[in-house]
């Protein structure tokens, strides 16, 4: 049983964390550069440690590793030499794993839940770009320029041996088929894939997100589909999208509503509400099963959705 299935077989909904590098930010850290939280790793990894803490107390089912933007490119850009990156790469994962293992040795965190489990982040190309173009999706590169891009990290994360892989803010249907093609090497390896979508029915690239779900649905170690970093009014409808084209578990871990901006490297506008939990009751209610929040979601917000699913 892979352990997305584990987690649902007890409970209806398994609860994600939510936003990093804004929840960094919120708690007044400087997360304006290229590396975005992976800087963390470098300079500060207890504050990466403190954030993980913060979702396991809120509720979480599944903390996501700090390992986003890191990249062997970015940290080598920095000075840093290939094994330097790759010991930051799979810090991720480590400090990560320590929280949660810290957490469960706790007694009284095993009412009502089963041991939560770590999700290795693996963002797109795009992320390494630091220009947004995660949110476009127009690389203009080949499958097996983006094999070649990913190789190296997955296989770096995966030797640290996360629960799952997070394959997420995913803007372009070829940059999944590369992830999954790299993918088959590793048969007894669990994925999950997020799309970051423009709309109610396709994602950044402008690719309908119902192709995208009936592609992964055929991906054996492929065992979650779904939708992060989009705006919340989206979401009911993709859901609906993906229902009609696959049978695999939806995920669905939206943003606050705000616009990221590029230039700048924040988010403009006004963002969420406070009633996040009820708007994922009503996820829940479309097809989701597995529930969180990107960027600009905090803690609160994975509180107030696992004050309904723990009572469900």
């Not at 077989?9 to 850290?29: C, N, P, W």
């Not at 400090?95 to 095993?110: G, L, M, T």
Request: aromatic share 8%.
């Amino acid at each position: 049983m892979n352990p997305i299935e584990k987690i649902l077989s007890t409970q209806k909904v398994l609860i994600l964390d939510g936003a990093f590098g804004t929840e960094l930010e919120r708690k007044g850290y400087d997360i304006n550069d290229s590396l975005w939280s992976a800087k963390f790793l470098m300079e500060k990894p207890e504050a990466i440690a403190e954030v993980h803490k913060d979702y396991l107390e809120a509720g979480s089912d599944c903390v996501t590793t700090a390992s986003y933007q890191a990249t062997y490119e970015g940290f080598m850009k920095r000075g840093m030499s290939e094994e330097e990156a790759k010991a930051l790469i799979q810090s991720s994962v480590k400090i990560a794993q320590k929280v949660r293992d810290d957490f469960w040795s706790e007694p009284k965190n095993h009412t009502n839940r089963q041991k939560p489990l770590v999700a290795a982040s693996i963002g797109p190309y795009g992320a390494y770009l630091a220009d947004g173009s995660e949110f476009r999706g127009d690389y203009g590169l080949s499958l097996e320029d983006l094999k070649a891009f990913h190789t190296k990290r997955l296989a770096t994360l995966i030797e640290t041996k996360p629960d799952l892989l997070a394959c997420e803010t995913i803007p372009c249907l070829i940059e999944a088929q590369a992830l999954c093609e790299l993918l088959k090497a590793y048969p007894d390896v669990y994925a999950w894939v997020s799309f970051s979508a423009k709309d109610g029915k396709h994602i950044n690239s402008g690719e309908s997100i119902k192709t995208c779900a009936a592609y992964l649905d055929a991906v054996p170690n492929v065992v979650a589909i779904g939708i992060n970093c989009t705006a919340p009014q989206y979401i009911e409808s993709l859901i609906d999208e993906i229902k009609t084209a696959s049978s695999k578990p939806i995920i669905v871990y939206p943003n606050g509503g705000a616009t990221y901006n590029a230039l700048t490297k924040t988010w403009d506008g006004i963002s969420k509400s406070s009633s996040y939990g009820k708007m994922a009751q009503m996820w829940y209610e479309k097809g989701a099963k597995l529930i969180g929040g990107c960027c600009q979601t905090t803690p609160m917000d994975i509180a107030q959705v696992a004050k309904w699913v723990r009572t469900v």
